[in-house]
């Protein structure tokens, strides 16, 4: 097994790695004057497609995308064995939307797919304290689809996942079930996360069990808007831009009931205390700020989820007391936890 350490926070938010788009033109398998075609009417010189670092544009590689759909007649870009027709995925979202929960959106969407791909089955199960959605191949697949595949599919629907809750969903870990590659800390930018495993048994990506309760953020408005945009909001919506403060809260939920100092914070950025601490100010926040937030809505998250204990759920933050923990909630909502169980506000 091998993991990637996270990358060092940048100022400016990075556009599309190039690998990207190598990726979904391998898996197309277009004739090399139709490739050639949609690269350059997207903007890319395909001279430059093999230069190392190469970044792309978001507006570039989202009408990339959408030629290379048209062109193979597959909404999935080529990277299943069989394509999958146009509108699928819209019928996919008209019935979701209509979901109550994350978790019961997974069983929806692993239902969906395995009437439209051969390769492999969406699955959702618990272990211990995560919900892990996972993988299941159905057939042997050559290194490098089955690379395509399981990378571009992970990709996709973590994406996905994000935009049903309206959120960037904090990962416990994201496990691929190959080798590690030569883009793979590049990886790690495209997920909530503080670990990415390799050479694991499946592909998955794990998440604490309680957010698989998350809301699904409905409406037809908000889904008509999707629609009308994908796959730029598919695909960059919830790409991580790397603000600090970002890095910062990424780190802290993860760690949500172990305390973390700036110190441990800047050690994992692979920064200076003092550069953290400059970051953050010049994003107009603080340390302290940034915990306590953190700290605020998984206990929101955590207390609306009536089955799990208040003292439980005060130990999993972090408060050696319960009485500590209620006066903090106290502060971060005007009442406490039982009561706002009974009654929560409307969101």
């Given amino acids: 097994m091998t993991a990637v350490p996270g990358p060092s926070p940048s100022a400016t938010p990075p556009p599309i790695a190039g690998w990207f788009v190598q990726l979904f033109l391998r898996s197309a398998a277009l004739p090399p004057t139709q490739a050639e075609a949609v690269l350059r009417r997207s903007g890319i010189d395909p001279l430059q497609l093999d230069t190392r670092g190469l970044r792309v544009t978001e507006q570039a590689f989202t009408r990339f995308l959408i030629l290379l759909a048209r062109r193979a007649r597959d909404e999935a870009w080529g990277i299943a064995?069989?394509?999958?027709?146009?509108?699928?995925?819209h019928t996919l979202c008209r019935l979701i939307v209509n979901c109550r929960t994350l978790g019961e959106a997974l069983v929806v969407i692993g239902r969906f797919y395995a009437l439209v791909v051969d390769d492999f089955s969406i699955k959702i199960?618990?272990?211990?304290?995560?919900?892990?959605?996972?993988?299941?191949?159905?057939?042997?697949l050559s290194p490098e689809r089955h690379v395509s595949l399981h990378g571009a599919t992970v990709f996709l629907l973590y994406q996905f996942m994000c935009w049903l809750v309206d959120r960037r969903i904090p990962l416990t870990a994201v496990e691929f079930s190959y080798p590690r590659r030569p883009t793979?800390?590049?990886?790690?930018?495209?997920?909530?996360?503080?670990?990415?495993?390799?050479?694991?048994?499946?592909?998955?990506?794990?998440?604490?069990?309680?957010?698989?309760?998350?809301?699904?953020?409905?409406?037809?408005?908000?889904?008509?808007?999707f629609l009308s945009e994908a796959p730029r909001t598919l695909i960059t919506r919830?790409?991580?831009?790397?603000?600090?403060?970002?890095?910062?809260?990424?780190?802290?939920?993860?760690?949500?009931?172990?305390?973390?100092?700036?110190?441990?914070?800047?050690?994992?950025?692979?920064?200076?205390?003092?550069?953290?601490?400059?970051?953050?100010?010049?994003?107009?926040?603080?340390?302290?700020?940034?915990?306590?937030?953190?700290?605020?809505?998984?206990?929101?998250?955590?207390?609306?989820?009536?089955?799990v204990k208040l003292e439980t759920i005060a130990l999993r933050l972090g408060f050696a007391e319960y009485s500590t923990f209620h006066r903090a909630f106290r502060r971060w909502t005007g009442t406490g936890p039982t009561e706002y169980r009974a009654n929560p506000p409307a969101s």
Avoid: N
């Fill in 238 to 307: 919830y790409y991580d831009h790397s603000r600090v403060s970002d890095r910062v809260k990424s780190i802290l939920r993860a760690q949500v009931g172990t305390p973390m100092s700036l110190d441990d914070v800047a050690a994992r950025l692979h920064l200076t205390p003092v550069t953290l601490r400059r970051h953050l100010v010049d994003e107009g926040c603080g340390f302290s700020e940034l915990r306590d937030d953190v700290r605020r809505r998984a206990a929101l998250d955590m207390v609306r989820q009536g089955h």
């Fill in 184 to 225: 793979s800390a590049e990886t790690l930018r495209t997920y909530d996360t503080r670990e990415i495993r390799f050479e694991q048994p499946f592909t998955a990506l794990r998440l604490e069990s309680h957010l698989a309760s998350l809301p699904i953020i409905g409406g037809e408005e908000r889904l008509s808007r």
């Fill in 81 to 89: 064995s069989r394509p999958i027709p146009p509108g699928t995925f």
């Fill in 125 to 140: 199960r618990r272990e211990g304290g995560e919900a892990i959605v996972w993988l299941k191949p159905l057939r042997a």
